[in-house]
């Protein structure tokens, strides 16, 4: 069974830097497309980045292009978020996700999930 963890959300203030960690057991991971995903409160879930499963391929959402980059490393089963220039409105419970394909295809292939990692952002 495929296990995600996040890591590395926290309180910050605005214009500071953070870097979300995801470690994936339970599967292959370095077949398979990642993503990023937030829900900010009271909003629906909305799709941030993704990347393929080499890493070769990555897809952002508009509102975070330029200050977030996403990262693999699959000799450790790991993806990254890096996030620079936080804002207030990327306050967000943040997941990551594991596709069943190994290219970015749409959201409905991301089936497996993990729990969230919470990054709040101060005025």
């Known amino acids: 069974q495929v296990q995600l963890v996040e890591s590395g959300g926290g309180l910050v203030q605005t214009g500071a830097s953070l870097r979300l960690s995801c470690a994936v057991s339970?599967?292959?991971?370095?077949?398979?497309?990642m993503g990023w995903f937030r829900q900010a409160p009271g909003k629906e879930r909305e799709f941030v980045v993704a990347?393929?499963?080499?890493?070769?391929?990555?897809f952002y959402a508009d509102s975070v292009k330029g200050r977030f980059t996403i990262s693999r490393d699959n000799a450790k089963n790991t993806i990254y978020l890096q996030i620079n220039s936080l804002k207030p409105e990327d306050t967000a419970v943040y997941y990551c996700?594991?596709?069943?394909?190994?290219?970015?295809?749409?959201?409905?292939?991301?089936?497996?999930w993990g729990q969230g990692t919470q990054v709040t952002v101060s005025s």
């Open positions: 990347i393929s499963w080499n890493g070769g391929s990555t």
């Open positions: 339970g599967r292959t991971f370095n077949h398979y497309a």
């Open positions: 996700a594991s596709s069943s394909i190994s290219y970015i295809t749409t959201e409905a292939d991301f089936g497996s």
